[in-house]
């Protein structure tokens, strides 16, 4: 089964930049690969994801300042995260799922342990 690992979180100040890997242990070309994150007392919220073809697609909150992307050669998902905000401070969970993407966390079977991205204002 697909086990995933994610590092790379921090703590940066408003405007700067982190990016995200998300390790895996198996072949993942078929599967859906996406970004979640969620912040104290709130609901899991998606953030992008990339399908099997390598289509990304992202929340309108992140669009144009974070970047999906699959490196085949490693076997990690990135995640690039420039023009960071204080509302962007969360735990990001990486998630995976066989076929299409969806939007919902319930559709994800297989997650990371998540890596906590702090922002300072």
């Known amino acids: 089964e697909l086990q995933l690992v994610e590092s790379g979180g921090g703590s940066v100040q408003t405007g700067g930049s982190l990016k995200l890997s998300c390790s895996t242990s198996?072949?993942?070309?078929?599967?859906?690969m996406a970004w979640f994150r969620q912040d104290s007392g709130k609901e899991r919220e998606w953030v992008a994801s990339?399908?099997?073809?390598?289509?990304?697609t992202y929340a309108d909150s992140v669009k144009g300042r974070f970047t999906i992307s699959k490196d085949n050669t490693k076997s990690t998902l990135d995640l690039q995260m420039n023009s960071l905000k204080p509302e962007d401070t969360a735990m990001y969970y990486c998630?995976?799922?066989?076929?299409?993407?969806?939007?919902?966390?319930?559709?994800?079977?297989?997650w990371g342990q998540g890596t906590q991205v702090t922002v300072s204002s």
């Open positions: 998630a995976a799922r066989s076929g299409t993407c969806y939007l919902a966390s319930s559709w994800y079977n297989i």
């Open positions: 198996g072949y993942y070309g078929v599967f859906c």
């Open positions: 990339v399908d099997s073809t390598s289509r990304p």
